[in-house]
Nanobody, 119 residues
């Protein structure tokens, strides 16, 4: 069974940077897509960034130019580099992965890591 574990969150001042990590318990090669989501207090969970098995990336407009999603299959880890952080980036950030095995879809979530941007 796949497990995803996020780390790297914390408290940072506006304009600062954090790098989030998502470690997978097994190989990531079967994931056709991996994502970072976030959920702010009182808000719905929203997609932040996506990276496909072909290494195509995309971001929501508020984080474009500031966040970078990447993955290292050998290290079984996905990353989210967050620069120029703003207070509105404050949220719990979740790692997500999706795969299809034998025609069945599977989706996995990490437990989340808190990111707080405040002066």
């Amino acid at each position: 069974q796949v497990q995803l574990v996020e780390s790297g969150g914390g408290l940072v001042q506006p304009g600062g940077s954090l790098r989030l990590s998502c470690a997978a318990s097994g190989s990531m090669v079967s994931f056709y897509a991996m994502h970072w989501y976030r959920q702010a207090p009182g808000k719905q969970r929203e997609l932040v960034a996506i990276i496909t098995s072909n290494n195509v990336t995309n971001y929501i407009e508020p984080v474009k130019g500031r966040f970078t999603i990447s993955r290292d299959n050998a290290k079984k880890t996905m990353y989210l580099q967050m620069n120029s952080l703003k207070p509105e980036d404050t949220a719990v950030y979740y790692c997500n992965a999706r795969q299809v095995v034998g025609g069945t879809r599977y989706e996995y979530w990490g437990q989340g890591t808190q990111v707080t941007v405040s002066s």
